[in-house]
């Protein structure tokens, strides 16, 4: 079974080493819909979509009306910094492509237990700039093994 939710942000951008326009400061109206899929439980669910969304907030809030600034294009932070304008530094140039495994990655990193729970096995994020073009990536939900358990209880404890 796949279930799906779409999530919508706007956001600036730029790739400075582009040989056409994207080199220039622009802004997307981004649209995404992320899919789940999985197994749904006894009543016939695979997640609630309201789970879905708590598990992203953060990426969206963090990029809706900011500037998307790759940690190397030091010239856009620097100008970012000194106006004080909202911006969020990501580790890699902000394509479409990028955007899209980084944020499969994330919900498979930051929710993993919740996908496990919910018996979801692959996480598939199509990222659209525009109207006509999108990028997609998709991963699977790692099994939880006995070490990474053993790891994270160990974190866990470790942090208190």
């Known amino acids: 079974m796949k279930i799906a939710k779409r999530f919508r942000w706007e956001a600036a951008h730029r790739l400075p080493w582009h040989e ?20 749904p439980d ?10 879905l969304k708590r598990a992203l907030a953060p990426l969206v809030e963090a990029w809706d ?28 140039d902000t394509t479409a492509e990028n955007l ?9 990193e930051h929710a993993a237990e919740m996908l496990r729970t919910h018996r ?18 998709e991963r699977a939900v790692a099994p939880e093994t006995h070490a990474n358990g053993a790891a994270q209880a160990a974190t866990k404890q470790h942090a208190r």
Not at 31 to 38: K, W
Not at 42 to 51: E, K, S, W
Not at 68 to 75: F, G, I, M, Q, R
Not at 120 to 137: H, I
Request: net charge negative.
């Open 20 to 39: 056409g326009l994207c080199r220039n400061l622009h802004g997307h109206s981004y649209r995404m819909i992320v899919e789940l899929e999985g197994e």
């Open 42 to 51: 006894a009543r016939g669910m695979v997640l609630d979509f309201q789970h």
């Open 65 to 92: 009306h900011a500037i998307l600034v790759a940690e190397t294009d030091a010239e856009l932070l620097a100008v970012a910094k000194q106006t004080g304008w909202k911006h969020a530094v990501l580790p890699f």
């Open 100 to 108: 899209s495994d980084y944020v499969a990655g994330y919900l498979c």
């Open 120 to 137: 979801v096995r692959r996480v598939r994020v199509r990222l659209e700039e525009t109207e006509t073009c999108y990028a997609e990536a």
